[in-house]
C-alpha cells in the first residue's frame, strides 16, 4: 500500500494485538482486510495471520462468505469509469439485516448497527424501485435456509426495520416469491 502512497500506516488492532488488520493514511483514508470467520466467536477479535498480505492481517467476519458469493460486475463512478466487482445488492440488503443483528451496543457498535439498518432500508427499496424483488426473494431463502440461528439474525435485524421500512421488505420478498413461483417464510409474518 505504500507503493501507492508512503502516507499509508497501520492502525493497531482493536484487541490490542501486535497485528493489523486496517490501514490510514495521511488525508485519512482507510483501508481494512477482511477473511471469513467459520470458527468459534471466539477468534472473532482477533486478527488472522495472512501471509498472503504481506505480514499484514485481517479481521474474521462473519457471513461474509455469504456476502460476497456470486458477486456482481458493475462501474465505480470516476471519469470515464473504472470497473469494479462488488458484492450483489440483494446479499449486501440480507447481510446487513444479520450483522446489524449481531452489533454490541458499546463503543461504536450502536451507531454501526444503526448505520447496517438504513444501508439495507435503502437497499430493499432500491430493489423495490429496480423491479429486483425476485433476486432479494432468492437470496433471503438461501440465507433463511441456512438454519435458525440464520433465521433469529434474519428477525432480529428486520426488527430494528422503522416501521415503513419493515413493511416494504414483506412486500419486496412476497412480490418476488410470487415471480419466482416459491414460498417464503416472512420475518414478520403475513
Given amino acids: 500500500m505504500q507503493g501507492v502512497d508512503a502516507s499509508f500506516r497501520p492502525v493497531p488492532h482493536r484487541s490490542g ?16 482486510f477482511l477473511t471469513s470467520n467459520r ?10 495471520k495472512m501471509p498472503a498480505l504481506g505480514g499484514a492481517s485481517a479481521d474474521p467476519l462473519r457471513f461474509l462468505d455469504f456476502l460476497i458469493r456470486e458477486p456482481v460486475r458493475t ?4 471519469r470515464s469509469g473504472v470497473p469494479v466487482v462488488v458484492p450483489d445488492p440483494s446479499r449486501y440488503a440480507v ?4 450483522v446489524a443483528s449481531r452489533r454490541h451496543t458499546d463503543g461504536q457498535g450502536l451507531a454501526k448497527r444503526e448505520k447496517d439498518v438504513r444501508q439495507a432500508a435503502l437497499l430493499f ?3 423495490q424501485q429496480t423491479r429486483r424483488s425476485a433476486d432479494l426473494a432468492l437470496v ?5 435456509e441456512r438454519g435458525p440461528a ?6 432480529t435485524g428486520a ?13 419486496v420478498l412476497i412480490e418476488g416469491a410470487k415471480k419466482n413461483r416459491e414460498e417464503i417464510e416472512l420475518p414478520f409474518g403475513e
Avoid at 433471503?140 to 433463511?144: F, K, L, P, T, V
Avoid at 426488527?159 to 412486500?171: H, I, K, V
Fill in 125 to 127: 427499496e432500491a430493489l
Fill in 39 to 48: 470458527s468459534s466467536d471466539d477468534s472473532i477479535d482477533q486478527p488472522a
Fill in 140 to 144: 433471503y431463502n438461501e440465507a433463511w
Fill in 150 to 155: 440464520w433465521q433469529e439474525a434474519i428477525r
Fill in 95 to 98: 447481510h446487513k439485516l444479520i
Fill in 159 to 171: 426488527g430494528m426495520l422503522p416501521a415503513q421500512d419493515a413493511e416494504r421488505l414483506n412486500t
Fill in 75 to 78: 462501474m465505480l463512478l470516476h
Fill in 17 to 32: 494485538s501486535a497485528a493489523s488488520s486496517g490501514f490510514e493514511n495521511a488525508d485519512g483514508y482507510r483501508v481494512e
